[in-house]
């Protein structure tokens, strides 16, 4: 059914570690809407231990979507320890990076960001815009200078 939706994952009793959620859009006959965002909020640590997200490219030919990984932009909003600097790759199916993005006013389509709406807040976030075809793709945040802190990562799907 569209709507807005929030899904929240926490430990038993206050326990931490490792979690996965995962949204699905069954076909049904007549229901034509499209997951416009998704994001996911975590820590970001050092070496293996960074946030990873992946979306699909659903049996289209294209899809062009807005990528972006916030960190010192959450500050505000009361998250602690945000990531000062995060660092934004993209993987594709076969583990190849095809972008990656430090500071989204240096992204070759910044213009497009803006002129979506979506441009970060603060110029050490990230953001890349990609039209990309069918298929699976990784998105991993990383701290610039292995800084560590809490970073939100959101997909955009555009029109």
Known sequence: MPGTYTAVVR????????????????????????????????????????????????????ETVIVRALGP?????GVSQPLSDPILTIYNSNGSAIATNDNWQTDSNSVLIQRNGLAPPDPLDSAIVLRLPAGTY??????????????????????
């Open 11 to 62: 430990g038993r009793n206050g326990s931490e570690g490792i979690s996965l959620a995962e949204i699905y859009r069954l076909y049904s006959p007549g229901y034509t809407s499209k997951l416009a965002n998704i994001s996911g909020r975590g820590y970001v640590g050092t070496e293996d231990n960074v946030l990873i997200s992946g979306f699909i490219i659903g049996d289209v030919g294209n």
């Open 138 to 159: 990784t998105a991993v945040v990383r701290g610039a200078n292995g800084a560590t802190g809490n970073a939100l990562l959101e997909v955009y799907h555009l029109d």
């Open 73 to 77: 932009s959450l500050g505000p909003f």
